[in-house]
């Protein structure tokens, strides 16, 4: 049953509108692309199908790997996921109603991706569009790098203050 692997985090107004979507498209709203939506919209991270399948697995709900990828399709098409290559041979998906618009910084080293908003960066998006005549439509900025805590593993990064 649905409901007993339902997360009690999950977006209902999500989940509706993704039900919604599919009636609308013709196509079958069913416990198991309810249960994929519900993951990824209860995540406030970049999950992969992957990591999907691990949650649902973990609650006890069977779901095939066919079906988180087209489920997966399905709520990018729809605008309600943004689908996400950092580069590590898969994509990666968040939630994309309801957030404020964001760029990543990710360490290639560990895979961990940290999510940044700078208000400096937002007003010199629309500087650089006017100096060569674009008008602005979308930006997305992706730094590749290596995170504090790797940097610290590696003997790179400087010992934090204090510890001299």
Do not use: W
Not at 89 to 117: S, T, W
Request: proline share 5%; charged share 30%.
């Amino acid at each position: 049953m649905a409901s007993s692997v339902r997360s009690e985090s999950a977006a209902p107004p999500l989940l509706d509108a993704f039900r919604r979507y599919l009636r609308e498209h013709n196509l079958p709203v069913t416990s198991q692309r309810e249960l994929v939506a519900d993951v990824i919209f209860a995540s406030t991270g970049h999950l992969s199908a992957d990591d999907i399948e691990r949650v649902l697995r973990a609650r006890g709900a069977h779901v095939g790997k066919a079906t988180v990828y087209r489920t997966l399709d399905l709520l990018a098409e729809s605008g309600m996921i943004t689908p996400r290559d950092f580069g590590e041979g898969f994509r990666r998906f968040e939630r994309a109603p309801g957030r404020r618009h964001h760029e990543h910084l990710i360490c290639m080293r560990c895979g961990k991706v940290v999510e940044f908003v700078n208000e400096r960066l937002e007003r010199m998006k629309a500087l650089i569009a006017e100096e060569y005549g674009f008008r602005h439509h979308h930006h997305r900025l992706e730094i590749f790098g290596t995170c504090p805590e790797c940097q610290q593993r590696d003997g790179v990064a400087p010992p934090p203050s204090g510890s001299r």
